[in-house]
């Protein structure tokens, strides 16, 4: 069985501020691992995937995430945040053969000005 | 553009009334897949199809039900069994990965149905 954890519900930060969403998985094989964001009252879209190579992964608007197979984690980082990035922020896993995409339960990040 | 519909945005239902939410994709996307989201509960799979006239239950199938009648369309109908069906309703598509990556398959999201029941 595969699960994920996503222990921050909420997550204030300042504008300009880094961030760091948390992300760790339960599962008994090679993993693939997913971070997909939603903005308010929208589906949610693709930020940035591990499914094998380079542990460090890079989305096209700054956030990164590092795949640590040790801690069974893939948290997702952001240097400097902006107004824009407000949206939640969910971590997905699956393994190799299996369609279904179990999802973590949200990370909601509200930007202060 | 490429992309997938969810009709309608919004929807109320009195108990005991099924009702059905449309998602169609000309993505040309194999998989298709319907999720329910409920706050502090992430999103669960409630079914999934990877080929025409097959579909298979998710995590929570219970009082729903599916159609893959055609490649592009997979209709949800929220039946009366199901105990508390006010929730945002997600579908998605894929394209089916084989070989080496199996199992990575990338989704792509409609913008949801907002059923609320009264």
């Known amino acids: 069985a595969q699960s994920v954890t996503q222990l921050d519900s909420q997550v204030p930060v300042f504008e300009e501020a880094p961030v760091e969403l948390r992300c760790n998985y339960s599962s008994s094989v090679s993993v693939y691992l997913f971070w997909y964001v939603q903005y308010p009252n929208q589906g949610l879209q693709l930020l940035l995937k591990y499914l094998s190579g380079s542990t460090l992964v890079e989305s096209i608007n700054g956030f990164e995430a590092e795949f640590n197979k040790s801690q069974t984690s893939f948290h997702l980082r952001k240097p400097s945040v902006h107004i824009s990035d407000t949206a939640e922020y969910f971590c997905?896993?699956?393994?190799?053969?299996?369609?279904?995409?179990?999802f973590g339960t949200g990370t909601r990040l509200t930007i202060i000005p | 553009d490429g992309g997938i519909t969810q009709s309608p945005k919004y929807l109320f239902r009195k108990e005991g009334q099924n009702v059905t939410l449309s998602c169609e994709q000309n993505?040309?996307?194999?998989?298709m897949y319907w999720y329910r989201q409920d706050p502090g509960q992430g999103l669960r799979l409630i079914y999934y199809?990877?080929?025409?006239?097959?579909?298979q239950k998710g995590d929570i199938a219970e009082g729903y039900s599916v159609s893959r009648e055609k490649k592009e369309s997979f209709p949800l109908t929220v039946t009366s069994a199901q105990k508390n069906p006010t929730a945002f309703y997600l579908c998605?598509?894929?394209?089916?990965?084989?070989?080496?990556?199996?199992?990575?398959?990338?989704?792509?999201f409609g913008a949801g149905s907002r059923l609320t029941v009264l």
């Open positions: 997905a896993v699956t393994h190799f053969g299996n369609e279904k995409l179990t």
């Open positions: 199809s990877q080929i025409v006239n097959d579909f």
């Open positions: 998605a598509s894929s394209i089916v990965r084989t070989g080496v990556i199996s199992g990575a398959n990338v989704l792509t």
């Open positions: 993505l040309n996307h194999d998989a």
